[in-house]
């Protein structure tokens, strides 16, 4: 993974310096509350429900176990011994002490991490693929430009004050695992017909308010113009995005009133004028690649017979390797997802104790390297398939076992009402009752591979507008509703869920999702047809017809 230079190191040790002395000039009284307001932001700072979030930083997704030891050690010292992994890959605490924030930031500065633009009106945290190097349908590696992205975003002092956040997402794969049709930029690594590497851009991708799928602005882009033309887009929006409404404010709604055509002209215009002055070489490219070297991998002996028996000794074991491990690109070796949706735990918590000890399972099974995913989970990459027991049996006396990835169970969770000031209804509990009501294992691997999305606003930070089934919670007078939506996809056949019908009310909705799941199995042409080829089939009809027989 990538080194900080020590221009890197030095840079973050003066914004964590700054930071300090804005915080204490504000604590005694030298700057007002909506000047704070600004610089806290830029420093991954919010102010929840009960106590300050700070939001911290993981590049595309990608931890070393020194990191994870300080993320741990964070937990026990500054919060309540836990954290919460978001979907955009970072991780969250949501009980620091506003005046203790600058020692965390110093302490997160020590294992070359930060906050810096993990909130406010700005270049947001890169992402992609969780799988990027070990897939084997990827093109090449990600994450080398993920990291040039990120080099170059970082403290941009033209696009410090955007008119509204923005996010990239970057994707090699045939499978897109990194949801780049709703980004505000979508980068694809593409080959065009004489075999060179380049990049398909699509622009004006977001949830939220106003879900959009991004539109292809750029087929193919060479190398060496890929900062250039991602700058020529960011001075675009900057100009001409929308600062009268918040709402109306991202990207995806300036190239939805002006056209994609125009957009693309105005881009184009602006990027002759510099793109012969910031090209990307070829030296930078490869010197950013060699941070990115393949493992000491050990060729792979092609004896399984251990593991196989235990797979065919152990059913136990078995749905945990079928559900919560995939194919690795290398003979030999096996992604492991570390799932964070324990039935009784909120989903993407994950403790102190926990991440200490998967600090030590990443440097005994995995290089000592960890990933976060867009759902909410880690991933244990270049685990060797005779070890893969091993390392399950120390995940399952961590709780970190739960054999769920890809089921109903899997879901994606923000906070709700239970930190989030923005909130109008919870959301940990009502996932806490649809894993009570969904708790045969058999019951959910018959169903198949399902993805709920529940938001407890209409911010949308979980995504409910992409979920198969999505959970949007709303307030009708003070009492927390939930609307649902089926079909929904951030895949490659990207989709906005369908509206069911009206809210229900929150004791209603665990069972409305049983109702909906039981109509999937009714209407189903096979054990082979999955969710969303049935809602596409059937239309929701059915499903509604089901939910609302008896409100």
């Known amino acids: 993974m990538y080194q900080y230079t020590e221009k890197d190191q030095t840079l973050i040790n003066e914004r964590v310096a700054q930071y300090r002395e804005q915080t204490a000039r504000y604590l005694d009284g030298q700057i007002g509350e909506d000047e704070f307001r600004a610089l806290r932001l830029m420093n991954g700072l919010y102010i929840q429900t009960h106590a300050p979030m700070l939001r911290v930083a993981i590049p595309y997704g990608l931890l070393s176990s020194n990191q994870v030891r300080k993320l741990a050690s964070i937990c026990r010292d500054y919060d309540k011994g836990y954290c919460h992994f978001s979907t955009r890959q970072n991780v969250q605490f949501n009980w620091p002490a506003l005046e203790r924030v600058p020692d965390i930031l110093a302490e997160l500065a020590e294992v070359q991490m930060h906050a810096i633009q993990t909130s406010g009106n700005c270049m947001r945290n890169t992402t992609t693929d969780h799988l990027a190097g070990v897939c084997s349908d990827e093109l090449i590696d990600p994450r080398p430009y993920c990291e040039i992205i990120r080099q170059w975003t970082t403290l941009h002092p033209e696009f410090a004050y955007l008119p509204r956040k923005f996010k990239i997402a970057v994707s090699s794969s045939l499978t897109d695992r990194a949801a780049t049709q709703f980004h505000d930029i979508g980068v694809h690594i593409v080959k065009n017909d004489a ?25 193919f882009l060479e190398q060496k113009h890929l900062l250039s033309y991602l700058e020529a887009i960011l001075r675009v929006y900057n100009l001409h995005g929308r600062r009268d409404n918040k709402y109306k404010a991202r990207i995806k709604i ?36 060699s941070h990115f070297t393949a493992p000491a991998y050990e060729i792979s002996s092609a004896d399984n017979s251990s593991l196989n028996q235990q797979l065919k000794e152990n059913a136990d074991f078995t749905r945990w390797y079928q559900h919560n491990t995939a194919t690795h690109k290398i003979d030999g070796y096996r992604n492991v997802f570390v799932s964070l949706k324990a039935p009784d735990s909120p989903p993407g918590d994950i403790t102190d104790v926990q991440l200490d000890a998967l600090a030590e399972l990443a440097e005994t099974y995995s290089f000592g390297e960890i990933r976060s995913t867009h759902r909410q989970n880690l991933v244990l990459a270049d685990v060797k398939l005779e070890a893969v027991f091993e390392l399950w049996q120390k995940l399952a006396a961590l709780k970190l076992a739960t054999p ?55 911010n949308g930070c979980a995504h409910q507008s992409v979920g198969h089934i ?55 042409d096979s054990s082979e047809e999955v969710f969303l080829q049935t809602v596409k089939r059937v239309g929701i009809e059915p499903f509604k017809a089901k939910v609302y027989e008896n409100h």
Do not use: H
């Not at 190239?255 to 990307?280: A, F, Q, S």
């Open 195 to 219: 075999g060179e590497i380049g990049f398909k851009i699509l622009v004006g991708g977001g949830l939220g308010r106003t879900p959009v799928i991004g539109q292809v602005i750029n087929p």
């Open 404 to 458: 769920n990835i890809g089921t109903v169970t899997d879901m994606i969770c923000c906070p709700g009402l239970d930190f989030c000031s923005l909130a109008n209804a919870g959301s940990i509990g009502v996932a806490k009752e649809i894993n009570e009501k969904l708790d045969d294992l058999d019951y959910l691997y018959d169903i198949g591979e399902i993805k709920i999305n529940m938001s407890g606003c209409m």
């Open 254 to 289: 300036l190239v939805r009133e002006t056209g994609l055509d125009k957009i693309r002209e105005m881009v184009e215009k602006e990027w002759l004028n510099i793109r012969d002055e910031m090209p990307l070489s070829k030296e930078r490219v490869n010197y950013i690649k």
């Open 470 to 524: 999505g959970i949007l919670g709303v307030d009708k007078k003070g009492v927390e509703w939930y609307q649902i939506t089926l079909g929904g996809s951030s895949e490659n056949e990207a989709a906005i869920g369908d509206r069911l019908g009206p809210a229900v009310r929150k004791d209603q909705i665990a069972d409305s999702i049983c109702d909906i799941l039981d109509v999937y199995l009714q209407q189903r």
